[in-house]
């Protein structure tokens, strides 16, 4: 018969694993209690009310005294009268907590911190990360050659108290490397090493640092970083994953850590840089942040479902980058293991609702972005434009003056005919019907985009011109003339063609299009330009008819060869169903329709007589003499070819999507997260209920408030958040290694007061990034050797408690930029569009809708840093993904880093890495002496820093023979070398068995662990 030992026998059997893996002396409830009850209890007695059990919650504390319904479950000091501890030792299966049914269990060890915690008085601590940071007291331990400032004070005591000592000193070499790559992800040159290596004073460290840091590759290597967290991509990731315009957000990023900018103001400038007084270029580029997530142009999707989408993506994202939070459970339910709701996820997701986009389709072009050199040229358009504009103005004015008889010209007004009843179609779902004044009226369902098709079987000989009618109607939304819900259109191409008799379609090419209105930046212009992207639209002028005229560049004349002719009104825009309501389409054979138009107001202000017209009938008739009236069609040509010349110029400026805010549109908790359910109460934007509330009086709050708040003291995870990615980024790992996630599934940091004092001190600095750079690059931490003592190995093996530096392998982009910078290939440009550098052909074989091709660049461009590669969401460039980069399609705070056969064909093989290795062999041959044993010091030093061991040159050396010699019998083999991967072609007076055994070597050189690892 089995007997079921007592509790208290079970608990005493494991004091031996106790005395193992001993208690903390003092138990601490967020350290050492909170994640076992996180991992274990929260999801049934948390923060979700709605998973909750038995009314029992333990995440905030209130039901270990007892709350609700609840009797107190702990009785601090007297853990056997404890029902926490008797429920987590019981051996009944109906009385054992966590339950079988969970998968959750309890290891010895747990049960006996929980004891111990009780027994000290089962002291409850808020969740660390939640509670506002303070500047702990600095520990009192004296400088000296391992304690060289506070952040080495915080690191030596806890050393200390594990009876640890640091390592030594790091060596220059080492220690030049580690800062270089660090501070901008590059290789310090052979004459950078020497220098530092000679340079024995106090402040040599702090010297090299504030010259890393002033260079523009410094805030390359922070970028990096940055557009991980935000997820920046040259693509819109869903369906097509088509590109889009953002290329400038990544150099306004560079830009601001170069600048050293406050973080608070980097942070306000991309949530709410629109919503700025007057905002600069700059802060509108950065208000692209809110535009960097995952879109869809998919032509079947549902708005409503992607209006969801995006709202939750945003959520997710601020959550992550700023709170260091994981909000996106919140989507569907309260969170499980945090104080967040779903009510605090919808809340903050009103804050965007303002952000004014398509929910399906391509994106707009977003803002051009003109550098000086191109604001100084669109300055010496503008001024030639004036010139132009100011001659024309005379010649008017001279005209009037003359009193001839300039308004008879204006009354000869061209002649529209009707035309005979057409055939119909519409490619879509809707319908045209004939009206009894010869209009038509789009009736039935609009699909999100159409085209209607009208073929005229016309008795006319010949056509100069088109004139477009578009009618308000009362059966139209807001009366039309459209029937987007606002009354709207969007007119993206008008067509015209002949039809032969074989029914052979002919293009006739429209020369000019005229209106009587059109809707800032939809002139009537981009309804002929072929663009889908662009068209005609009326806003704000709706409810009311306009006239547009549109004229062939050559009359077509009806012969018995072209029987008919065909009108395509396509309306396939980013908006959908904003097709034209109702519209009526009369001919003319007048020469020179377009500009002869004379609008219908125009026309009645010419029947009034000169004496009663008021000064702005005068002006509008003298606007219209100026601008469009065939009598000065000449000068008003110099200014229109000055216009066209500066807008092709200006279409060849990067541009960028940006924020514009508009009306905020309704948001609604969505249960379950369900988009079709309109069941849910409405929110306003709210930041965290448990975070506190914002002082806004009476108003709505919006993106700047949200903004401000975030990096206030009253925000107590921003500015931890970013301390500890930022120590990840100098140290390996962050304090806290769940950098993703400072929650209760999150890790209790290993230096809790030196987190929250570098957090305390970020924010006092004026939140000074390159202030906190250098106060962690200049303490000891930061510059002992990446080499642990046997001692430190056996107590901390993943060294936690920082006795020795970490040593990591460069990430993807690094890696790159590390090879093409040893061979002297690295273009130094920063910043600029996305370049195209080597990929495998065929990769983008299944990237539909539309196909594509990688356009592999040629030139500089092939050579830029990896930071610039384009970024493709769904097809990542190979090399990035071989090394762990991630796809950017949500937040990245933690790149894994895996260790694979592929990474290390990738670096022998990839062309990139081939080209490389045989022009820094050509280089070698060249430049590196006068013998094998000097070659391969030069070599060495450019691809390590340092001079290669007696051992490393015998291998080196034996490997350069062997193949000396096989190239050496086989010349064509060699000659193939030369000539294999990359467009770099090498000088033809070189010895090609010699270049391609020294192609070998810098191979291996290249591979090295030492060259591809920061120690």
């Known amino acids: 018969m089995r007997v079921l030992l007592p509790a208290i026998l079970v608990l005493t059997s494991t004091l031996v694993y106790a005395a193992e893996t001993p208690l903390p002396e003092k138990i601490e409830f967020n350290r050492d209690v909170r994640p076992i009850l996180s991992d274990a209890c929260f999801f049934c007695h948390g923060p979700d009310k709605n998973k909750r059990e038995a009314d029992l919650r333990f995440d905030d504390g209130s039901g270990f005294n007892g709350a609700g319904s609840h009797a107190a479950v702990?009785?601090?000091?007297?853990?056997?009268?404890?029902?926490?501890?008797?429920?987590?030792?019981?051996?009944?299966?109906?009385?054992?907590?966590?339950?079988?049914?969970?998968?959750?269990?309890?290891?010895?060890?747990?049960?006996?911190?929980?004891?111990?915690?009780?027994?000290?008085?089962?002291?409850?601590?808020?969740?660390?990360?939640?509670?506002?940071?303070?500047?702990?007291?600095?520990?009192?331990?004296?400088?000296?050659?391992?304690?060289?400032?506070?952040?080495?004070?915080f690191i030596a005591a806890r050393l200390q108290a594990a009876g640890l000592k640091p390592s030594a000193d790091a060596d220059r070499v080492t220690l030049i490397r580690r800062l270089s790559f660090d501070l901008t992800g590059l290789p310090p040159s052979p004459e950078e090493v020497d220098a530092f290596v000679a340079d024995t004073r106090p402040d040599a460290v702090e010297k090299l640092a504030d010259r890393l840091l002033q260079s523009p590759h410094y805030g390359e290597r922070m970028a990096v970083y940055w557009l991980d967290l935000v997820r920046f991509a040259d693509t819109a990731g869903y369906h097509s994953d088509n590109p889009r315009d953002i290329a400038p957000y990544r150099d306004y990023v560079i830009d601001a850590f170069n600048k050293n900018q406050p973080f608070d103001m980097f942070t306000i400038e991309q949530l709410a840089g629109d919503l700025l007084?007057?905002?600069?270029?700059?802060?509108?580029?950065?208000?692209?942040?809110?535009?960097?997530?995952?879109?869809?142009?998919?032509?079947?999707?549902?708005?409503?479902?992607?209006?969801?989408?995006?709202?939750?993506?945003?959520?997710?994202?601020?959550?992550?980058?700023?709170?260091?939070?994981?909000?996106?459970?919140?989507?569907?339910?309260?969170?499980?293991?945090?104080?967040?709701?779903?009510?605090?996820?919808?809340?903050?997701?009103?804050?965007?609702?303002?952000?004014?986009?398509?929910?399906?389709?391509?994106?707009?072009?977003?803002?051009?972005?003109?550098?000086?050199?191109?604001?100084s040229r669109l300055k010496d358009f503008d001024a030639q434009i004036a010139a132009a504009q100011q001659k024309l103005q005379v010649a008017v004015d001279e005209l009037v003056k003359s009193g001839n008889d300039w308004e008879n010209a204006l009354r000869m007004q061209t002649e529209w005919l009707p035309l005979p009843p057409p055939e119909t179609k519409v490619q879509g779902e809707s319908h045209l019907h004939l009206q009894e004044d010869g209009s038509f009226r789009d009736e039935g369902k609009v699909a999100a985009k159409e085209t209607y098709v009208l073929t005229f079987d016309t008795p006319l000989r010949q056509l100069t011109g088109l004139r477009l009618e578009v009618l308000a109607d009362e059966k139209l939304p807001a009366k039309g003339p459209g029937t987007a819900p606002n009354?709207?259109?969007?007119?993206?191409?008008?067509?015209?063609?002949?039809?032969?008799?074989?029914?052979?379609e002919q293009p006739i090419k429209l020369k000019r299009a005229v209106a009587d209105h059109a809707q800032t930046g939809h002139a009537i212009e981009t309804a002929i330009d072929g663009k889908n992207d662009t068209g005609w639209a009326v806003l704000p002028q709706i409810g009311q008819a306009h006239e547009a005229i549109f004229e062939a560049e050559q009359s077509w004349a009806k012969d018995d060869a072209a029987a008919k002719f065909i009108v395509r009104l396509e309306f396939n825009s980013q908006y959908p169903q904003h097709n034209i309501g109702r519209l009526r389409l009369t001919a003319t054979t007048s020469p020179n329709p377009a500009p002869s138009f004379v609008t219908p107001a125009l026309r009645a202000i010419l029947a009034i007589a000169p004496a009663d017209r008021n000064a702005e009938q005068k002006t509008q008739l003298l606007n219209y003499l100026r601008d469009q009236s065939a009598l000065f069609a000449e000068p008003r040509g110099v200014v229109q070819t000055l216009h066209e010349q500066k807008q092709q110029f200006a279409n060849g400026l990067p541009r960028t999507l940006i924020t514009n805010a508009g009306g905020p549109r309704m948001v609604r908790v969505l249960p379950r997260g369900n988009w079709m359910d309109d069941n849910g109460d409405v929110m306003e934007p709210a930041v965290p209920a448990f975070l506190g509330k914002l002082d806004i009086k009476d108003r709505r709050a919006n993106r700047l408030d949200l903004a401000h708040w975030v990096v206030s003291p009253h925000n107590p995870l921003t500015a931890r958040v970013m301390m500890n990615r930022l120590w990840k980024?100098?140290?390996?790992?962050?304090?806290?290694?769940?950098?993703?996630?400072?929650?209760?599934?999150?890790?209790?940091?290993?230096?809790?007061?030196?987190?929250?004092?570098?957090?305390?001190?970020?924010?006092?600095?004026?939140?000074?990034?390159?202030?906190?750079?250098?106060?962690?690059?200049?303490?000891?931490?930061?510059?002992?050797?990446?080499?642990?003592?046997?001692?430190?190995?056996?107590?901390?093996?993943f060294n936690r408690l920082l006795s020795a530096q970490q040593r990591f392998r460069l990430d993807a982009e690094f890696l790159r930029d590390n090879m093409l910078s040893i061979t002297g290939m690295l273009s130094s440009r920063v910043g600029g569009e996305s370049d195209y550098p080597y990929q495998p052909d065929g990769y983008w074989e299944y990237l539909n809708f539309p196909r594509r091709t990688w356009p592999t660049d040629k030139g500089e461009k092939l050579y830029r840093r990896g930071m610039y590669t384009h970024w493709q969401r769904s097809f990542l460039h190979p090399p990035m993904l071989i090394f762990d980069a991630p796809s950017r399609e949500e937040c990245v705070a933690d790149r894994p880093r895996s260790n694979t056969p592929q990474q290390a064909l990738a670096l022998l093989n990839e062309p990139a890495s081939v080209e490389a290795a045989r022009v820094f062999a050509a280089k070698i041959v060249k430049d590196g002496g006068a013998n094998d044993d000097a070659k391969l010091t030069w070599a060495y030093r450019r691809t390590v820093s340092r001079a290669p061991t007696a051992a490393e040159k015998t291998i080196l050396l034996n490997l350069l023979d062997k193949h000396r010699t096989a190239y050496a019998a086989d010349r064509a083999a060699a000659e193939a070398v030369l000539k294999s991967a990359g467009e770099t072609l090498l000088p033809n007076d070189i010895d090609a068995a010699e270049v391609a055994a020294w192609t070998s070597l810098a191979r291996t050189l290249l591979n090295l662990h030492e060259t591809i690892t920061r120690l």
């Open 74 to 153: 702990v009785t601090p000091k007297s853990p056997d009268k404890s029902e926490l501890l008797k429920r987590i030792t019981a051996t009944d299966p109906n009385e054992k907590m966590p339950p079988e049914s969970s998968g959750k269990h309890l290891s010895d060890r747990d049960v006996l911190v929980i004891r111990k915690w009780i027994e000290q008085g089962a002291e409850y601590q808020g969740h660390w990360a939640f509670i506002p940071p303070i500047r702990h007291a600095v520990p009192n331990v004296p400088v000296g050659p391992t304690v060289r400032n506070d952040i080495d004070r």
């Open 277 to 375: 007084p007057n905002p600069t270029v700059p802060q509108k580029v950065a208000s692209g942040y809110n535009r960097l997530l995952q879109t869809t142009e998919e032509g079947g999707a549902q708005a409503k479902e992607y209006i969801a989408k995006y709202s939750a993506d945003r959520v997710r994202n601020v959550a992550s980058v700023w709170l260091g939070g994981t909000m996106m459970c919140c989507e569907c339910h309260d969170h499980k293991f945090d104080p967040y709701s779903a009510r605090d996820f919808y809340s903050l997701a009103a804050f965007f609702a303002d952000v004014q986009e398509s929910p399906i389709g391509r994106r707009e072009p977003g803002m051009p972005v003109p550098s000086a050199d191109d604001e």
């Open 487 to 504: 009354g709207n259109f969007v007119l993206t191409e008008f067509k015209l063609a002949a039809v032969e008799q074989e029914g052979k």
């Open 729 to 797: 980024q100098f140290f390996g790992v962050g304090l806290s290694k769940t950098v993703e996630d400072l929650g209760s599934q999150g890790e209790w940091p290993t230096h809790p007061e030196l987190l929250d004092w570098l957090a305390v001190e970020f924010r006092d600095s004026g939140w000074n990034v390159q202030h906190m750079v250098k106060l962690m690059v200049q303490s000891h931490t930061y510059q002992r050797s990446s080499v642990q003592t046997k001692e430190a190995r056996a107590v901390d093996p």
